[in-house]
Nanobody
């Protein structure tokens, strides 16, 4: 069992930045593919970014050039740096860990972009 705990959400003005963190329990973090997803009110959950154990990354189109996913295996933590935030980025951001057919989710952290 892997527990994921997100932090770093909050309220930010348009154009601002936030860095989300997701801390994972256990000793297998380095072999998980880690991802950030988001879900806005009334919308389906969507992938934001993903990073593999070998640090290969992929991003949703809306995230390219503004968001950066990274991981620190020594700290069992994955990060999402979000810059140039827009009101449409407002959502609950959740961390996901996948190994084969097994996946885990965190509880999510709220990001609100508003002036």
């Amino acid at each position: 069992q892997v527990q994921l705990v997100e932090s770093g959400g909050g309220v930010v003005q348009p154009g601002g930045s936030l860095r989300l963190s997701c801390a994972a329990s256990g000793s297998l973090f380095s072999i998980f593919t880690m991802g950030w997803y988001r879900q806005a009110p009334g919308k389906q959950r969507e992938l934001v970014a993903r990073i593999t154990p070998r640090n290969s990354t992929n991003y949703a189109e809306f995230a390219k050039g503004r968001f950066t996913i990274s991981r620190d295996n020594a700290k069992n933590t994955v990060y999402l740096q979000m810059n140039s935030l827009k009101p449409e980025d407002t959502a609950v951001y959740s961390c996901n860990a996948v190994l084969g057919l097994v996946g885990y989710w965190g509880q999510g952290t709220q990001v609100t972009v508003s002036s």
